[in-house]
């Protein structure tokens, strides 16, 4: 091991020579290994993981009862036909419908989350007869056409038309929304009844779905005001539409509950799962009630993949949600989070860059601004700041997508102690105290 390992000539070479490159510039770190909430590259540096992987592994790197699971059905019952239904998957799915509420009845288990929104659509248009779908601004729901049609980013770009029939409502975005009351709150029902105007006069009478996320993770950690959902539940009713609820990031208690909804007190036509499902590994799922897939099912519903029902990711799955039970990983998610925001709002007292600190549970968003008057992001700082913290030894997320704010995505895993919690703060502290460009307050 050298000081210059991470820089290896040969690999990176090697890397120009035979990868596609899907989404900006690599990471230029070699990860040999991962344990826990741990990295470690090429030179012997610990990183701490502060996103989860790509905000999944809820459960850190190589939790030994996850391998446990992954080892023996590798061994014994790995992959089937597709129509071949085993005991993991019917573990699965009684221990996921057991603890939702009535109308979260039944499931089926696919691989990614783009998959999983792909099939909660095809099942609202079959459903409802209909076709249009509703997206939120700054929203990430995957990027196969149907996913990425109700998915408003930049990558929406140069790639042709999306689905036909994709409409789009204004992300809640309190910080930034210009709908305020005369007293400078966040007018959020003003906004939504504006964006539903606009929506109605668009729309051919033939509304499918609104899609969203409880918390918009890659639109910057915008967690919508309380009540929301439920307002966008009667909306979706009133014009016979579904609503559904994308927990790619919020399910299995990141938030603080098991799933987002709970916090809102209301139950979504249809809900998907993926990212933390399976704490890492490729697992995803879409719940609905007995009422719509009866009728879906007796209209001849298709969603047949290759990996559907696999048995060794529900194993893994089961054994997640044993263990987010059995640990009561929701309520430490909740008591980390407030840990992990009152850190950070420590911090804003000091360093006036910080514009928000925002977030439930353990998903943290930190919004890094020029002014804090004029709210403009600064987007070369926040990407300086995470450069730092990398060279620090923690890799925290940043969104670098002009339009969105150099908004940092935290969300370590809920296994986290406390002490390795406070160990990645007190990285984030000294890359505020060693970035250049970094003013405190006066
Ligand atoms: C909320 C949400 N939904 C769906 C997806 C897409 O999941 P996948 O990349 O597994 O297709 C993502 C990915 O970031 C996401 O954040």
């Known amino acids: 091991m050298t000081s210059q390992a991470n820089q290896d000539p040969a690999f990176w070479s090697a890397a120009d020579n035979s990868l596609i490159r899907y989404g900006g510039a690599f990471v230029p770190r070699i990860i040999e290994s991962a344990e826990g909430v741990y990295l470690h590259d090429a030179e012997g540096n610990k990183i701490i993981d502060f996103t989860s992987g790509q905000m999944s592994s809820i459960l850190g790197h190589g939790h030994p009862e996850i391998v446990n699971v992954i080892i023996e059905h590798a061994k014994n019952l790995d992959h089937l036909f597709s129509g071949m239904i085993t005991r993991p998957v019917i573990d699965l799915a009684s221990k996921l419908t057991g603890m939702m509420p009535k109308g979260l009845d039944k499931v089926m288990f696919l691989s990614t989350g783009g998959e999983s929104n792909e099939a909660a659509i095809r099942m609202a248009k079959l459903y409802t007869g209909r076709y249009e779908i509703v997206g939120l601004t700054n929203s990430w729901h995957g990027v196969t ?263 940092f995505r935290m969300a370590p895993s809920l296994n986290i102690t406390e002490d390795q919690l406070k160990e990645g703060l007190e990285i984030i502290a000294e890359a505020f105290r060693t970035t250049p460009g970094v003013k405190t307050v006066e």
Not at 183 to 189: A, C, L, T
Not at 190 to 195: N, P, Q, R, S
Not at 232 to 237: F, N, V
């Open 145 to 407: 056409q149907a996913a990425i049609s109700a998915t408003f980013q930049p990558t929406r770009k140069n790639y042709g038309p999306s689905a036909v029939g994709s409409l789009v409502l204004p992300a809640p975005n309190a910080y930034r929304s210009p709908f305020r009351k005369p007293d400078g709150s966040y007018d959020w029902e003003a906004e939504l009844d504006y964006g539903w105007n606009l929506v109605d006069s668009l729309s051919t009478g033939n509304l499918a779905a609104v899609i969203l996320e409880p918390i918009l993770s890659s639109g910057g950690v915008i967690v919508p005001p309380p009540g929301y959902l439920r307002r966008m539940k009667e909306h979706c009713a009133k014009r016979g539409a579904l609503l559904i609820l994308d927990e790619a990031q919020t399910g299995m208690g990141r938030t603080g509950k098991m799933f987002a909804f709970e916090h809102e007190g209301m139950v979504p036509d249809i809900l998907t799962l993926s990212k933390t499902l399976g704490a890492g590994l490729p697992l995803s799922a879409v719940v609905t009630s007995t009422e719509i897939e009866e009728t879906v099912y007796k209209r001849g519903y298709s969603f047949y993949t290759t990996h559907i029902s696999d048995p060794l990711p529900a194993a893994v799955g089961s054994k997640v949600v044993d263990i987010v039970v059995r640990d009561d990983l929701p309520a430490r998610a909740h008591h980390l989070g407030n840990v992990f925001r009152s850190f950070l709002l420590d911090l804003q007292k000091k360093y006036p860059c910080i514009g928000e600190v925002r977030g439930q549970g353990l998903l943290v968003g930190m919004e890094i601004v020029k002014d804090q008057k004029t709210r403009e992001a600064d987007e070369p700082l926040g990407i300086a700041l995470a450069d730092r913290m990398l060279e620090l030894g923690l890799s925290a997320n940043v969104v670098r997508g002009p339009g969105f704010g150099a908004c």
